[in-house]
C-alpha cells in the first residue's frame, strides 16, 4: 500500500522505515522481551494471543489487559462476549494464574488513553486486579499519560 488508510495514516511500510528502532515480533518474541505486556488484542481472540505468547513469558510479570470483549459479528451495537458473573480480566488470570493481571484504561477510546487531556476536565481511571504491586505499576504509567488514577480494592 502506497495511500493513507481511512484515517489518514500513512502506509506501514513508511512508517516502519521512519520508525526504524521499532521492530517487529512475534507474540512469544515480545512477552519474553519486557517485564510488561499490554494485552491490546481484540478481546474476542485475546486469550487466544495470550496463548500464542506463551504462559513461561506472562509468568511473574505485569499483564496490563486493556481488551474488551467486544462481539461484533451481529453488527453494531457490539454485545460482549462475556459478562455479568465472569469478566475477561478474570478469564485472563484464570488461564494464567502467575500473570499479575491488571485492568485499565478499557473505559477510554484509544486515542484518548494516552491524551487525557483530549476531553476536558477532570477525570479518573479504574485500576483493578489482585496484586497491590502490579495495580501500582500501571497506575504509574497511567499517570505519566496525564490520568488521576484510582487503584481498586479488587
Do not use: C
Amino acid at each position: 500500500m502506497t495511500e493513507p488508510d481511512a484515517m489518514g495514516n500513512v502506509p506501514f511500510g513508511q512508517w516502519q522505515g521512519e520508525h526504524q528502532g521499532v521492530r517487529l515480533l512475534t507474540f512469544a518474541d515480545a512477552a519474553a522481551h519486557g517485564d510488561l505486556v499490554v494485552n491490546a488484542s481484540p478481546g474476542a481472540i485475546s486469550l487466544t494471543v495470550l496463548e500464542a505468547a506463551g504462559a513461561t513469558n506472562l509468568s511473574g510479570k505485569v499483564l496490563w489487559d486493556i481488551a474488551l470483549p467486544l462481539d461484533l459479528s451481529q453488527g453494531l451495537p457490539p454485545t460482549l462476549t462475556v459478562a455479568n458473573t465472569d469478566s475477561l480480566g478474570e478469564q485472563i488470570q484464570r488461564a494464567y494464574p502467575d500473570a499479575r493481571v491488571v485492568k485499565a484504561l478499557t473505559t477510554v477510546f484509544a486515542e484518548v488513553m494516552v491524551d487525557p487531556g483530549g476531553v476536558p476536565g477532570e477525570h479518573n481511571v479504574f485500576v483493578a486486579g489482585e496484586d497491590s504491586d502490579a495495580k501500582a505499576t500501571v497506575t504509574e504509567l497511567i499517570e505519566q499519560f496525564g490520568w488521576l488514577a484510582k487503584a481498586l480494592a479488587r
